[in-house]
């Protein structure tokens, strides 16, 4: 079974650009979340998406970042303009809809962005 | 608020040497107690979700235990390949199913 897909895996951008980051969740998966690591921390979530609708977004810096999920399937997470502190890695992770015991999350590899 | 806090930040042992590493939570309400493996470069890799406290789970020279308050992961006979950070979070019942982390040990077995 494929894991989830992340692309670019490097991006070097300087402040005030824009850049965007891509993701292609397990297949079947209804829940993606975007994360952002930054050095030495743990994940942060950004937003969380229920196939299409966004179900948690409330650490989300909307002054800069936005994101979508068209068709429920892929999904862009984009930031504009980019501040130094932004550098991190940003991790999309997926997971199956549905309660209980088996709804564990999986992640991508991360796009790592560095902002000079 | 949850929050989920690990101790030691970083952990240095030789092969064979066993220990444990800790997560103390706190949350409204546990859904699971997750942990991951995540080595240099790469996305965490999941490893074992618990449920309610007493429960453990096993793979190969890991054990994870939970209680009401914290979860360990025992390291027994640790091997230079274990070498990486683990990272522990909480899911709860409440709200979406988000996971909130801790900010991970970093693991380093010297050969």
């Known amino acids: 079974e494929a894991g989830v897909a992340q692309s670019p895996r490097y991006k070097i951008i300087e402040k005030r650009q824009s850049v965007a980051f891509w993701c292609n969740p397990i297949?079947?998966?209804?829940?993606l979340y975007w994360y952002q690591q930054i050095l030495g921390q743990g994940p942060k979530l950004l937003i969380q998406?229920?196939?299409?609708?966004?179900?948690?977004d409330s650490q989300l810096p909307k002054d800069r970042f936005s994101a979508e999920r068209l068709k429920g399937v892929d999904s862009t997470l984009k930031i504009q303009p980019a501040k130094l502190e932004d550098s991190a890695v940003y991790l999309c992770?997926?997971?199956?809809?549905?309660?209980?015991?088996?709804?564990?999350?999986?992640f991508g590899e991360g796009s790592w962005l560095t902002v000079v | 608020e949850d929050q989920v806090t690990q101790s030691p930040e970083a952990l240095r042992l030789q092969e064979g040497e066993s220990s444990s590493l800790n997560c103390s939570y706190t949350?409204?309400?546990?859904?699971?107690l997750f942990w991951y493996r995540q080595d240099p470069g790469k996305g965490p890799e999941f490893l074992f979700t618990?449920?309610?406290a007493g429960e453990e789970k096993e793979k190969e020279r890991l054990k994870a235990t939970l209680t009401k308050k914290e979860s360990f992961l025992h390291i027994t006979a640790p091997k230079p390949e274990d070498s990486a950070t683990y990272l522990c979070?909480?899911?709860?019942?409440?709200?979406?199913?988000?996971?909130?982390f801790g900010q991970g040990t970093r693991l380093t077995i010297n050969p």
């Open positions: 992770a997926s997971s199956s809809l549905g309660p209980g015991t088996g709804n564990t999350i999986y």
């Open positions: 998406f229920q196939n299409n609708g966004v179900v948690d």
């Open positions: 979070a909480v899911q709860a019942f409440k709200g979406a199913q988000k996971l909130v």
């Open positions: 297949s079947g998966h209804a829940t």
């Open positions: 618990l449920y309610s």
């Open positions: 949350v409204s309400g546990l859904r699971g």
